[in-house]
């Protein structure tokens, strides 16, 4: 509610207008449009006004969001545009601590949640992706089993159950990674006490019973290709362009490209510090023309941010990429500009089977294109080498009674 104390002291009110003052400042270097910083500063002045003339101190609101509803409620005002105005107002207020924090006591599914995705950073050291991906594991079966009040219910029967309709709704490579993360979830719980035994041997594996689709792969032309054609002519473009340079020619996963910082870039040493999975740390060379796409983009598309990011969004607010599928969209766009879009579902990965594949053709051993590519086991490099079908030909023995066809 919209509510006052009655003050027992000196006026706490803060000087909101020099606070509105910095709030657009804010969002001058955050990238907003002029036109955007003062239709958001008139906004925000007609609900000071409106406070001011009501005879309400801000310092003593005991529910801020009921004030701006109050505020709304009159039906000139156009609610949406005001009310985002106004939210983002307040949580800049409370980022300078001119408003106290807002303290919700979290549920015991929100807490046992948060305290499973906090073992996985500090005590398994997994990537922010790897925790994602995992979370959602955990979160639907949190829901699905009302855990923890629930926990004495949940057998093994009951998890087959739940593996078994998942399944029904998904693809098999989601499902697998689902049952991952259950493991992992059921272990935690098990080991926090949540429920009594270690249920992680009940999630049932998942197989592959269609033939896995080959992966799409690029010729060195048509990579040469999908490059020329990329738009140039504005910032995004510019950004866009430096990222396929990072796929195509040092065979960068999406989470990496996002991950890139710019201290991650050593000019004086031609090498690029890559963050990889499972918090691995690679240096590769930075290749002259990767390295020139990546200053002509800093130079003149990327513009000022506090962000350390290599990599902004083109649209305000100006922040580091978030997702690694805006990488694969990136990709996508590039090889529909060129007219080079295989048939089915393709995103940034097509670059790194098509480096791998080049590689191959030139002689490159599994074990040195395992290095460039950065894996860790030599089988995951063995999986790319079915994409060379011609490498594969040339070794390919002929069917008894049957003509080789070249």
Request: glycine fraction near 6%; aromatic fraction near 6%; charged fraction near 25%.
């Amino acid at each position: 509610m919209c509510e006052q104390q009655s003050p027992s002291g000196p006026s706490c009110e803060p000087d909101l207008d020099q606070h509105l003052a910095a709030f657009v400042t804010s969002l001058a270097r955050a990238g907003y449009a002029e036109k955007t910083q003062r239709d958001k500063a008139r906004r925000i002045t007609l609900f000071l006004q409106w406070m001011r003339e009501a005879g309400i101190r801000l310092c003593e609101v005991d529910d801020v969001d009921a004030c701006i509803d109050t505020f709304l409620a009159h039906p000139a005002r156009r609610r949406y545009n005001h009310r985002c105005a106004l939210q983002a107002f307040m949580a800049y207020l409370r980022e300078v601590e001119v408003l106290p924090q807002h303290s919700v006591e979290p549920s015991a599914a929100a807490a046992l949640c948060q305290d499973y995705l906090a073992h996985l950073q500090t005590q398994q050291g997994l990537s922010a992706h790897s925790i994602a991906a995992y979370s959602l594991s955990a979160r639907g079966f949190i829901a699905a089993m009302r855990l923890p009040e629930d926990a004495p219910d949940v057998d093994a029967s009951a998890i087959r159950r739940y593996v078994v309709d998942a399944s029904q709704q998904h693809a098999v490579a989601t499902v697998k990674l689902c049952a991952a993360g259950l493991r992992s979830f059921l272990r935690f719980c098990f080991l926090r006490g949540v429920i009594a035994s270690d249920l992680s041997p009940a999630v049932p594996s998942i197989g592959r019973w269609q033939r896995k689709p080959m992966p799409a792969v690029l010729t060195d032309a048509a990579i040469e290709c999908v490059l020329a054609a990329a738009d140039r002519s504005c910032a995004r473009g510019l950004r866009d362009f430096a990222v396929l340079q990072l796929l195509a020619r040092l065979g960068l996963r999406a989470s990496e490209v996002i991950a890139l910082r710019l201290e991650d870039l050593h000019w004086e040493h031609g090498e690029i510090l890559v963050r990889g999975k499972g918090d691995q740390l690679d240096r590769l060379p930075l290749l002259q023309e990767v390295g020139e796409s990546i200053v002509q983009y800093l130079r003149e598309a990327r513009g000022g941010s506090e962000s350390r990011s290599l990599f902004l969004s083109h649209t305000a607010p100006r922040r580091g990429l978030q997702d690694p599928a805006t990488v694969s969209a990136i990709a996508h766009r590039a090889l529909e500009r060129a007219g080079l879009l295989p048939s089915g579902r393709v995103g940034a990965h097509i670059f790194r089977y098509s480096l791998a594949t080049r590689l191959l053709r030139h002689g490159a051993s599994l074990s040195e294109i395992a290095q460039v590519l950065r894996h860790r086991r030599i089988e995951t490099t063995r999986e790319y080498a079915k994409v060379d079908l011609e490498g594969l030909r040339c070794i390919a023995q002929a069917w008894p009674g049957m003509e080789v066809v070249q």
